[in-house]
């Protein structure tokens, strides 16, 4: 069994040492030669505005304030109003009062509501297809191959370079 397994080696490596290579150049006449193009897509940036209205708040600093002079005259009045032990409870009573008055009056006095013109943008894209020519295309036929070769303009005939090893 070793020894057919030896001499298959032997035969195959002697017979690769003295392979021979051959090159040579050769012509075929191109078949057919067509145009090439490809469909390129270009997106263009564009952007659409317009001026849309938007509320404004007051911020709340005028109800701050009236709730402010609403307490403090509040806690005056309740603090008048009161004797004794029951003078510090007219107090905190008139100022919590007196705040939720001058807050309620200050809002009703804020409530038209205004409106600021603010500018607002969006990004579009504008896509245009277009056919952009690419080369021809040269066909050729050798010995039951077809041969395809590119180029900038049309051939009458394909170079091709052809190697043997045996």
Not at 14 to 19: D, H, K, T
Request: with cysteine.
């Amino acid at each position: 069994m070793k020894k057919p397994l030896i001499l298959l080696c032997s035969i195959v490596l002697s017979a690769s040492l003295f392979g021979e290579t051959i090159s040579f150049s050769d012509s075929v006449r191109v078949i057919k030669s067509s145009p090439e193009y490809r469909t390129v897509t270009t997106r263009t940036p564009y952007q659409e505005c317009w001026d849309e209205q938007v509320p404004v708040s007051s911020g709340g600093g005028s109800d701050n304030i009236g709730a402010l002079i609403g307490g403090v005259a509040g806690g005056i009045l309740g603090h008048q109003v009161g004797g004794g032990s029951g003078k510090t409870a007219a107090t905190v009573g008139g100022a919590i009062i007196g705040t939720l008055v001058g807050k309620n009056l200050s809002q009703n006095q804020n409530s038209g509501t205004t409106y600021k013109s603010q500018r607002k943008c969006v990004t579009k894209y504008d896509e245009r297809a277009s056919e952009k020519f690419v080369g021809y295309k040269n066909i050729a036929n050798y010995k039951g191959r077809t041969i395809i070769k590119y180029s900038n303009r049309p051939l009458r005939e394909i170079r091709l370079s052809i190697t043997a090893t045996y």
